[in-house]
């Protein structure tokens, strides 16, 4: 068995890498997302999970929704600014993940929060822009797995 939110976070891996992967350098809760020898990289992290609705006897939570990051990480090539050079893999993660926003039938749904942008993020022109993503899920009434 695994928590809601490590189910959420490797349904997201898993859309992300199946098939053609989105990028070739995916991971889970990397510390340090890009390499030295890659252009872009996406790292998803979980954020927490937060009760969305409670059965009404004996008042177990039911229902949940996990907070997820999609960081995607881009360097951008000299001349090309840093936001147009995060721009297509930012979109191309975004695409993925909203093809099916059940995941393979594992969420409920998967919904977009936000997107934020940084720059410079190793000082070698490299972005980043984070997708918030809430993925909804049902729990077991007394257990926080699925």
């Known amino acids: 068995m695994s928590t809601l939110i ?16 989105v990028c070739s350098q995916i991971a889970r809760v990397r510390l340090r997302p890009v390499a030295q020898a890659s252009a872009q990289a996406i790292v998803v992290r979980p954020a927490g999970a937060d ?4 059965a009404l006897s004996p008042g177990y939570p039911v229902s949940w929704v996990v907070t997820l990051a ?40 998967l919904q ?5 942008l940084d720059f410079d993020v190793d000082a070698e022109q490299t972005a980043c822009a984070t997708v918030v993503f809430h993925a909804r899920l049902r729990g077991g009434q007394s257990t926080f797995t699925t």
């Not at 490590?6 to 992967?21: F, K, N």
């Open 6 to 21: 490590a189910t959420a976070t490797t349904a997201v891996l898993a859309s992300l890498t199946s098939g053609t992967p």
């Open 51 to 54: 009760v969305l609705e409670q």
């Open 70 to 109: 999609v960081e995607c990480y881009q360097r951008a090539a000299p001349g090309v600014a840093p936001d147009v050079a995060v721009d297509a893999l930012l979109e191309a993660a975004y695409a993925r993940l909203m093809a099916d926003p059940t995941l393979g039938g594992v969420l409920l749904a």
């Open 112 to 116: 977009p929060q936000s997107v934020a």
